[in-house]
C-alpha cells in the first residue's frame, strides 16, 4: 500500500514522513483555501532534499497547462497533482513540455458524474488522486477538508480505472482499515489525520501505518 503524506511544510516534517513509511510526500502551492500551503522556494528546498524513489508531489490549483509548466519550473519535483480540472488539450501540453514527470489528476468526488469524469482523465494521466473538495463552491475547496465523501463511488472508479487510484479526504488511524477494505486502492493521502495542532504527529504517524499494515 502506497502512502502519500500531504502539507508537508518542512525539510523536518519530509524525514520524519518518510522515515514511517511514506512512499510519497505533498508539497501545497498557492490554492484558493486548505492547509498546507507553502511558497514555491519552500517547495523546492524540500523536494531536493527527498531520496529517490520517494514521489515529491507538486500541488497546483493554476488554470492552465502553461501556468502549471511555469510553476512546476519553480520547484522541480518529480510529480505534479492537479488539483482541479483544466481545459481540454492541456495534458498533452504538459507531456509535451515536460517528459518524465508524472501527473495525478485530482478527482473531487461528489456524485455519479464524478465516475465519469474520473474515468476520462484516467486514459490521459498516470494516476488519480480521489479528494472530499468542492470545485463548484465561490471559493473552491480544492483538498485538505478532513471531510470522507462517498467510498462507494470510489470502489466503483478503482474498480474501472486503468492507472492506480489513491484515496484521500478525512482517513485516520481509526477509519484507515476500514478505507482500504471499502476501496481497495492503490495508495492513500493524508494531511490532517496524522498532524495534532497542524504539525506532523509522529505518534499518529506509527498508529496509520500500524493499521494499515494490520491483516
Request: proline fraction near 6%; charge should be neutral.
Amino acid at each position: 500500500m502506497r502512502v502519500k503524506i500531504c502539507c508537508i511544510s518542512s525539510v523536518e516534517e519530509a524525514r520524519l514522513a518518510v522515515g514511517a513509511g511514506a512512499s510519497a510526500v505533498g508539497l501545497v502551492g498557492r490554492m484558493p483555501s486548505g492547509p498546507g500551503v507553502i511558497g514555491d522556494d519552500l517547495i523546492r528546498t524540500i523536494a531536493q532534499t527527498v531520496p529517490p524513489p520517494i514521489a515529491t508531489f507538486l500541488l497546483t490549483s493554476e488554470p492552465t497547462a502553461e501556468a502549471v509548466i511555469e510553476h512546476h519550473r519553480r520547484v522541480f519535483t518529480n510529480t505534479i497533482q492537479l488539483v482541479d480540472a483544466l481545459p481540454p488539450g492541456s495534458y498533452r501540453t504538459l507531456r509535451a513540455a515536460l517528459p518524465g514527470i508524472k501527473l495525478v489528476q485530482v478527482i473531487h468526488v461528489l456524485d455519479e458524474l464524478s465516475i465519469d469524469e474520473a474515468l476520462a482523465s484516467a486514459e490521459e494521466v498516470d494516476a488519480l488522486l480521489l479528494d472530499s473538495g468542492n470545485p463548484k463552491l465561490a471559493v473552491k475547496e480544492l483538498g485538505g477538508t478532513g471531510r470522507r465523501h462517498d467510498w462507494t463511488l470510489s470502489r466503483r472508479i478503482v474498480e474501472q480505472s486503468r492507472v492506480p487510484v489513491f484515496l484521500a479526504g478525512g482517513l485516520n488511524p481509526e477509519n484507515v482499515r476500514q478505507a482500504i477494505d471499502t476501496v481497495q486502492p492503490f495508495g492513500l493521502d493524508i494531511c490532517s489525520g496524522v498532524r495534532t495542532n497542524g504539525k506532523l504527529d509522529s505518534h499518529k504517524l506509527t498508529r496509520f501505518f500500524t493499521q494499515i499494515h494490520r491483516n
